[in-house]
């Protein structure tokens, strides 16, 4: 699988079926040892309009292919992941510090997403109207509404699931019958040239996928705001998903972007059963994830208990490489430990207790949990994207749910007690997208609805959702 898609370390783009280089290139290294890993194109303005035009020109053939041939390359690309696992997992262990387990398991979410998403394409189906269920109109006319598609996607992909978010998007958008663009992260960018290597394996008829690796500071703006984009699918930052609904000429998005989940702990709750679950939502790949639990609000007559627990799950993480099957990783780069080290230096300098951690080496965090935060400390209120798990005691129910909509974002949150009236209660008055009951916060099963609110994004994404956002309503209207 690797050859076509590199030579003497340098990665290709794939355009109108071809893989192509540049002459200038971008090092990816990896951030478990400063190992120099590949380079990637740095493609330039005139290559985005290149491959824009390719991709416009490329999705009127497919918008003729019949759905059935669609899903079928799909369900091909699915079963190349599947047979390429090992290579690909080891690519992204490498390139972004995930860890061997979890690298596994994002090939073969991957995989089954795709699959699904070509069940799913196929049941979807348009309506046959009458207008006599409207008052004034007889049955003289009848309207045929059927799905089609937006044009040329844009898709803007994230470091830390550079495989799975890049096919969360590309695969609804090509069962709809659109073209992609796939712009990956810089660093991440070779996982997921494998993945498009996969879905030309499969079949896919040239331009219908086109990559674009490149700084986002030089080609970035271009693209979305260029002409032949129809529809941008992007996952990141909040300061960037502003800055891209701010220049993209009304451009119809789908965005998930930051968040700071919480976990509300109530005083009936399993202290063990919550205590694993927040863990694992919180440190799951050292806390790289926007669903991650990344604050605990938990009534204070329990407090000692839960973070007795948590301490206890804590320390059974395994800190270190990927390859080792640990749990907490290197983050993807120096920059992020000095954010996530100086967020823990300012809670610690304002009277929160460390209860353990704050220790780095190299671009690893040991795993921090903080107790007594306050709502003066940046900790309370930032999004880390890093192995920190901060704790504000609170006296009630309604001010654990005043903090938690205090915040900027509105992702997810999760509510662990044995009371399903407490869990309902509260769980209608927490503006977020999603509220998990006695669980993480976590993306998934990708066929439910996934979305933020607030700093956290627009639109609501899961499988037969993207395919709908990203198709139409087209109506012809017979006249009888």
């Keep these: 699988m690797i050859n076509s898609i590199k030579k003497d370390n340098i990665y290709h783009n794939l355009y109108d079926g071809k893989w192509i280089i540049s002459d200038n290139t971008i090092d990816i290294f990896s951030p478990i040892d400063g190992e120099l890993i590949g380079k990637v194109p740095a493609m330039l303005k005139d290559d985005v309009n290149k491959f824009l035009e390719n991709s416009k020109l490329s999705q009127k053939h497919w918008e003729l292919t019949s759905i059935d041939s669609r899903a079928n390359i799909l ?6 992941l599947e047979d390429n696992i090992d290579e690909i997992s080891e690519i992204l262990m490498l390139e972004i510090a995930k860890d061997k387990k979890s690298s596994i398991s994002e090939v073969k979410r991957t995989a089954d997403f795709i699959r699904h998403t070509a069940d799913t394409g196929r049941n979807l189906y348009g309506d046959f109207i009458q207008s006599d269920s409207f008052p004034g109109f007889s049955r003289n006319k009848l309207c045929l509404a059927t799905r089609v598609p937006l044009g040329v996607v844009l898709a803007i992909s994230p470091f830390n699931y550079p495989i799975n978010l890049s096919a969360s998007k590309i695969a609804p958008a090509l069962m ?34 086109n990559t674009i690796t490149g700084k986002s500071s030089s080609i970035g703006d271009y693209l979305v705001s260029h002409e032949n984009v129809n529809f941008i699918n992007f996952t990141g930052s909040t300061k960037v998903g502003n800055h891209i609904a701010s220049i993209s000429n009304m451009i119809p998005l789908m965005m998930e972007l930051g968040g700071k989940d919480a976990a509300i702990v109530l005083k009936d709750a399993d202290i063990e059963k919550t205590a694993k679950e927040i863990i694992s939502g919180a440190f799951s790949y050292s806390g790289q994830r926007c669903t991650a639990i990344k604050r605990v609000l938990v009534i204070e007559d329990i407090a000692n208990n839960l973070v007795d627990a948590l301490l206890n799950e804590l320390n059974q993480l395994k800190v270190g490489l990927p390859q080792d099957n640990c749990e907490v990783t290197p983050l993807i780069d ?9 967020l823990i230096k300012d809670a610690l300098d304002k009277g929160a207790n460390l209860v353990t951690g704050y220790k780095r080496s190299g671009n690893i965090i040991y795993p921090t949990l903080l107790d007594n935060i306050s709502l003066d400390m940046d900790l309370a209120w930032e999004e880390p994207f890093g192995p920190v798990l901060p704790i504000i005691r609170v006296s009630s129910k309604e001010e654990a749910i005043r903090i938690a909509n205090k915040s900027q974002y509105g992702l997810q949150s999760s509510i662990f007690t044995q009371d399903i009236n407490d869990a309902f209660n509260i769980a209608n008055k927490l503006n977020v997208g999603t ?11 990708d066929h439910f609805p996934f979305s933020g609110v607030k700093s956290s994004g627009m639109g609501t994404q899961g499988i037969r959702y993207s395919i709908e956002a990203m198709s139409r309503l087209k109506s012809i209207v017979i006249n009888i």
Excluded at 436 to 445: A, C, D, F, L, V
Aim: glycine share 8%.
């Design 435 to 445: 509220v998990q009951i006695n669980s993480k916060t976590e993306r998934g099963p």
């Design 334 to 342: 120096s920059n992020s430990c000095d954010f996530v080290m100086n």
């Design 75 to 80: 369900y091909k690309t699915a079963k190349i």
């Design 176 to 209: 709809a019958g659109n073209s992609v663009l796939l712009k990956p992260p810089t660093q991440g960018s070779i996982s997921a040239l494998y993945l498009s290597k996969a879905f030309m394996m499969a079949g896919l008829p040239h331009g219908v996928l």
